[in-house]
């Protein structure tokens, strides 16, 4: 599988997190990287370093604007085999600032639109009370529902192909 380390949209660049990148966002740096906006990471963001791999290109990615990183996007891993399918779960996440611009929705694109071209289905898992990320789901294409989890997260779906 061919992804890039750096995936480029309209508005975003979306780096995938170096060893660098990790120690920092862990806290294990003394200092904070340049560019990262006043509120990252976010704990979500530091939750997503715990899921890095050397070299994997499906691990978190950084999401930024211009030189100002806003958060953080990734797969849970490499695509595993769901019922004959190949398939990968997306996380994302901003800081609070960059809500309602569309830069979630952008990158949530970009990514499923790089996996859909590897032939693999992207899922998403959201909790039914998050308004804000259930749009960006909607506006990326994820109509269809897979099904629900035992904690009652909805498990959404985008151009799910059968099995």
Known sequence: MSIDDVI???????PLW?????????GQSP??????HADFPRKDD???????REGDP????????????????GFFGPPEDVDGVS???IGFGLVREAWGWGFATEAVKALV?????????????VEPTNAASLRVLAKAGFTQLLRATDDGHLVMARNAPQA
């Open 58 to 73: 499906w691990g978190p990615r950084s999401i930024v604007r211009g030189v100002t990183v806003l958060g953080s996007i």
């Open 18 to 26: 170096n060893a660098a990148d990790v120690r920092a966002i862990r």
């Open 113 to 125: 639109d790089t996996a859909e071209a590897e032939d693999v289905r992207v899922r998403a898992s």
């Open 46 to 52: 530091v939750d997503a370093a715990s899921m890095w």
């Open 8 to 14: 480029v949209t309209e508005r975003l660049t979306l």
């Open 87 to 89: 398939e990968v779960e």
């Open 31 to 36: 200092l904070r990287q340049p560019g990262w």
